[in-house]
Every structure is written in structure tokens, then in C-alpha cells.
């Protein structure tokens, strides 16, 4: 059974307000193992001005970083070419997967031809596997952060200075085997 562990970072937290992805990083499972394999990319968002305050403070990325990176509609294809049919295994899955959509969606309107050229123009909520779903019915009314869970499960995040797209879908495949 393959399954695919994935995690962005973004410009903010609301995608109908204009933030965008930035950085998508996603990790394969085989019969709950890693594989090795693993999508990992930088996102030119494509917004005016400095990345805003807050979301810097997350992620450290700069829009002087990205500005040289491929923009979401040339790395979608290696996206879902990725994920195949697999099962998709997100820590609040629908923050992600509504940006993801989004992004799809920005596609149908600024290049249609691109977009009906996509093996898939969703990423369907029956789709994924939400973490944190899981760990509120398994821990009511406790933390259910990905660091609550870490530490919970003794899941070493030393080499999480900043949130990292891959990285974190990393450390979230660990969380997903113990939960």
C-alpha cells in the first residue's frame, strides 16, 4: 500500500486573500515505511512587495529566495505525477489541500489549456489521510500540534529551526506510524 506524506508552506494563511504556496514537500510510504523517494520544491509565488512578516517568521523564506524558483503551474504535473493515486497523508488537511486546489484553480483561469492537460484538477478531501483528525479523536481536548505530538512520542525535531515543507513531512511520517 503506498501512501504519501506532504506538507506546504505558504504567504499567509488564507488562500482566497491571495497567499500562495511556496514550498511543497512530500515523502512516499510503502506499507507505512519510507521509501527514500521524495517530491521537494520551491515555489515562485508570484506576489508584489516582501514576504509578509508573519509568514517569514515560520518558514524564513524570502521572496528574494523564491524569486528565481518555478512558478505552481510548472511543477504541478511532477506534483501529481508524484502523488498518483495514492492516499495522501496531511496534518490538517484541509489547509493544504485548499491551497493546493486553489493553485489548480488559478490555472484554469490563466492558462485553460494547461489545465484541462492535468491528470487531475483535485485533490479530493476523500483523498487524504488527516493526521490531525486522527490525533483530536485519539487525544480529546490535549495539544495536538505536530510538535505536541512529537514530543509526545519522543520524535526528535532538532533539526527544525524554521518550518520546512520537507522536513516536516519527514517528521509528520513518524507522527502518522505512531498514531
Known amino acids: 500500500m503506498r501512501e504519501v506524506v506532504l506538507d506546504t508552506e505558504t ?13 511543497i514537500g512530500a515523502v512516499e ?28 517568521r515560520v518558514h524564513g523564506l524570502t521572496m528574494d529566495f523564491l524569486s528565481d524558483k518555478p512558478i505552481f503551474s510548472e ?9 498518483g493515486e495514492s492516499k495522501i497523508v496531511i496534518h490538517n488537511a484541509r489547509f493544504d489541500t485548499k491551497f493546493l486546489n486553489d493553485e489548480i484553480k488559478r490555472i484554469q483561469l490563466e492558462n485553460p489549456e494547461k489545465y ?25 481536548g490535549k495539544s495536538v500540534s505536530l510538535d505536541s505530538l512529537c514530543l509526545k512520542f519522543g520524535i526528535d525535531t532538532k533539526k527544525r529551526v524554521k518550518h520546512d515543507a520537507l522536513l516536516d513531512s519527514q517528521i509528520l511520517s513518524e507522527v502518522y506510524l505512531e498514531l
Open 29 to 56: 510510504l510503502i506499507n507505512h515505511v519510507p521509501t527514500g523517494r521524495f517530491f521537494h520544491k520551491y515555489v515562485n509565488p508570484q506576489i508584489m512587495g516582501e514576504m509578509p512578516e508573519e509568514a517569514y
Open 75 to 83: 511543477i504541478i504535473d511532477d506534483l501529481l505525477r508524484f502523488l
Open 116 to 140: 484541462y492537460e492535468l491528470q487531475c484538477t483535485e485533490i479530493a478531501e476523500k483523498k487524504t489521510i488527516d493526521t490531525l483528525e486522527i490525533a483530536k479523536n485519539l487525544y480529546p
Open 11 to 23: 504567504t499567509g494563511l488564507n488562500s482566497e486573500k491571495g497567499d500562495r504556496i511556496i514550498e
